[in-house]
């Protein structure tokens, strides 16, 4: 069971009024928990079998749920980046991968994606992640996961998951 949902940024005054209706709506959860851990990541306090993680642009919002633990991210495509100055920070083998913003926002985004799917927080992961060869490396180990890469409406989307989003569709939650 692998969903993206999405909704105009502007329907929803939080992501958790957004998650709320998704958890009603669609999941019948009508008194659904949220909680934060630690670092700052949401979950579902009463588990319900459900897993999500949230991104959003500053037009868009995404919510992805799995019945197994999962992150999401999403940038504009046409977000202005200086990604050179930032790129140095990157390991070798992928900084020679990345000749433009495009390519520089997509590895960008499953990075992110990971670090959500991690639990953890980008200062804490960003130089241990390596996305290079279609591969994400975590301290120089592939780590055991499914990546999905998609655009949608001017963005791209990267899904980090035990599972596959591949056939996962962007599924429209209008307003409250």
Not at 40 to 51: I, Q, R
Not at 133 to 149: C, F, H, I, W
Request: one cysteine or more.
């Amino acid at each position: 069971m692998e969903k993206i949902f999405y909704a105009e940024r502007s329907a929803y005054p939080s992501s958790e009024r957004a998650i709320e209706k998704i958890l009603r709506d669609v999941f019948g959860a009508e008194n659904a928990v949220i909680a934060r851990t630690e670092t700052g990541k949401p979950y579902l306090a009463d588990h319900l079998g459900l897993f999500f993680s949230v991104a959003h642009t500053d037009e868009l919002l995404f919510v992805a749920f799995s019945d197994t633990e999962v992150g999401i991210d999403a940038e504009r495509l046409d977000r202005a980046v200086d990604y050179l100055s930032i790129v140095k920070k990157f390991p070798v083998a992928e900084r020679e991968e990345i000749s433009s913003a495009r390519q520089f926002l997509e590895r960008w985004v499953v990075k992110e994606s990971a670090v959500k799917y991690l639990g953890s927080t980008l200062a804490k992961e960003l130089k241990t992640l390596c996305f290079s060869q279609g591969k994400l490396l975590r301290k120089g180990a592939e780590m055991p996961v499914a990546l999905t890469v998609k655009t949608f409406r001017g963005h791209i989307v990267a899904v980090c998951g035990k599972r596959d989003f591949e056939n996962a569709e962007f599924i429209g939650i209008g307003t409250l």
